[in-house]
């Protein structure tokens, strides 16, 4: 067993069933990735769309890709073909853009709505007032081919656990609020490597997990 066969493991003995692991392979190369693909993992994580692009060409198509990081709409068009889940969806621009390209491709594009719950001013995402008019949005309910499952969040970047995890709490409670008013959302992406179990604890129904899998980034990609 190599060492990332071993961290997948050892990760998944540690998640609930109701809890989707995103493998997050940015920067990574596809030999890398591939061992875990071997180990049985099928849903791969990445921030760049034309990296990602770039790998799907080269890897199995049984992977579902999901892009994590912030989306800019002129890329949209380079993963509208294969791209199963994004995540980071901040904007009623960005998802007229996501359901054009998806037309031309005829077929849904998943999304989940980025709730802005760091401190951190880089930290991109809607508030909460922003996300209900985003949902209750007659313009969003007449797009056909994109499918809002749910709500993604990321903590803020510190050391302090109990920030971590009443950020956590916070888009939990959002989420709660309005699970039933809008039945389609089923995912809470939240936790990352170094605090997927806190996100856990605070109902996460997917984490996306790079460093705990794959070791440090890796910014050479051959």
Known sequence: MNDIERNLHNIRTSLTNDVTLVAVSKTKPVSE?????????RIFGENKIQEMAKKWENMPKDIRWHMIGHVQTNKVKY?????DLIHA?????????????????????????????AEEESKFGLNEEDAIALLNSQEVKDLTN?????LMGMATFTNDQNQVKAEFQKIKSFFDQNVSKYPK?????????????????????MVRIGSSIFGARNYNLR
């Open 89 to 117: 969806v901040d904007s009623l621009k960005l998802l007229k853009e996501i359901d054009k390209q998806a037309k031309k491709h005829n077929r849904t594009i998943n999304c989940l709505l980025q709730i802005k719950i």
């Open 185 to 205: 959302l089923k995912i809470l992406s939240i936790g990352m490597s170094g605090d997927y179990k806190d996100a856990i604890d605070c109902g996460s129904t």
């Open 146 to 150: 994109v499918h809002i499952q749910g």
């Open 79 to 83: 993963m509208a073909h294969f791209v």
């Open 33 to 41: 990735i591939m061992k875990a693909y071997d180990a049985g993992q």
